[in-house]
């Protein structure tokens, strides 16, 4: 159904076009915010308030993009403000455990692949983060990307090959073998 | 993928990234309530990036059992308003005025419906949570505040409808049963409580009765 259509049906009040907007978009909003937010309740926190944005703010809606892009560049920005705002949270947790922890070795000698890559991946700047989700794990394109984020295209080929390389680095040990 | 012209991973790495944060299915009933319970209980909320949004982010499964209890207490107000403004005066000369009696049974009946509505939404989020294994301490708060509501329907023309008034009294039931959740025996309480639902029908009955578009006439703020 075309965007304009659903958005001018949910404004008129129609409750089964709220339904239809919100069924046709969770799916990529939930897997987008839990690949970058990694825990189930943090997610649904995420894809919820995203939900309520879009609805509250869908006249500012120009169609410049697909209605889906808009609705991902909302689920990024709030996952993202989340993430940050939890961040700072546990900063100051982390100070005070690792106070007490000081003395305590390394539980892993040798973490496996997944473990290691998702430190990484934990480790890379945020933008490079959030472009390698998007592109190399969860399938968007550039232009998807750029249009999300609103940043160039060549902006987002840049970071993710800034993103590969800085994993390949990482996980050097495991590509000799 | 297209667009890409950078050397891409190797197939081991690219699939051990796709392990990463890997989502498991979509809680969609879930959010949806969840979504539908906010947008009731702030109908005029511009969810920007106001104090109120900013609390939520921090606290969100709060402000859900919050803005339910908000929903209900207004719900509760008006059908409050409702009973002083339909309440006749005792006065043994007194004549009924013709046309008040239909108006005020489209009232409660309006009322009913939607506060049937909003325990439906409570008792759908409530047994999906319980699924979750989330512990809602504040379910019994919103609970009781549905309880409240319900026994003023039970107690208003609402309940002369046969079919309306057993659903009511079955629904005080269960409402008391979680309104009463004890801290040391909360997890076989829970149980219970949604093995119940379950086994009466309860979500299946309070659908049946909620006509379509009471959610949108709540977010209008008729009461």
């Known amino acids: 159904m075309d965007d304009r259509h659903l958005i001018s049906r949910v404004q008129a009040g129609d409750a089964s076009a709220e339904r239809e907007l919100y069924d046709t978009h969770v799916e990529r909003v939930y897997r987008l915010v839990y690949r970058l937010a ?3 309740d943090q997610a ?4 919820q308030e995203t939900f309520i944005r879009a609805f509250g703010r869908l006249g500012e809606f120009r169609g410049e993009a697909a209605l889906g892009t808009w609705i991902c560049s ?3 920005s709030v996952a993202l403000n989340g993430l940050r705002r939890g961040k700072r949270l546990r900063t100051r947790e982390v100070a005070l455990d690792e106070a007490a922890t000081a003395a305590t070795p ?8 997944r473990d290691r890559l998702a430190r990484a991946i934990d480790a890379l700047p945020e933008g490079y983060r959030v472009v390698f989700l998007m592109h190399d794990v969860e399938g968007y394109t550039h232009e998807e990307i750029g249009r999300t984020l609103g940043v160039q295209t060549g902006t987002s080929k840049a970071q993710l090959s800034r993103a590969r390389a800085r994993l390949r680095r990482a996980l050097a040990d495991f590509a000799r073998g | 993928m297209t667009g890409d012209d950078d050397e891409p991973l190797d197939p081991e790495l690219r699939d051990a990234a796709r392990a990463y944060h890997e989502p498991p299915e979509v809680p969609r009933e879930t959010l949806w309530t969840r979504i539908q319970l906010r947008r009731a209980a702030e109908p005029s909320a ?3 990036d106001s104090p109120g949004t900013r609390v939520a982010a921090r606290s969100p499964r709060f402000l859900v059992w919050g803005a339910g209890i ?15 403004h339909v309440r006749p005066p005792l006065r043994a000369d007194a004549t009924p005025v013709a046309a008040a009696p239909a108006r005020d049974d489209a009232a409660y009946r309006l009322a009913a419906a939607e506060h049937l509505g909003q325990a439906e939404a409570f008792l759908t989020l409530f047994r999906a949570s319980v699924r979750e294994g989330h512990r809602e301490r504040l379910a019994p708060a919103a609970a009781r505040q549905l309880l409240a509501t319900n026994r003023l329907l039970l107690d208003s023309p609402a309940a002369t409808d046969p079919r309306l008034r057993f659903l009511l009294q079955d629904l005080e039931l269960v409402l008391a049963e979680i309104a009463q959740l ?7 309480d829970l149980k219970l409580i949604t093995d119940g639902l379950d086994r009466d029908g309860m979500l299946v009955r309070l659908r049946a009765a909620v006509p379509a578009g009471t959610g949108a006439v709540l977010r209008k703020g008729v009461l």
Not at chain 1, 44 to 47: L, N
């Open chain 2, 182 to 188: 004890a801290p040391e025996r909360r997890h076989e």
């Open chain 1, 106 to 113: 390394d539980r892993a000698a040798e973490p496996d692949l």
């Open chain 2, 46 to 48: 511009a969810p920007g």
């Open chain 2, 70 to 84: 908000a929903a209900l207490l207004a719900l509760g107000v008006g059908i409050g308003r409702l009973s002083v």
């Open chain 1, 38 to 40: 990694g825990d189930a």
């Open chain 1, 44 to 47: 649904q926190d995420y894809t």
């Open chain 1, 74 to 76: 909302i689920a990024v």
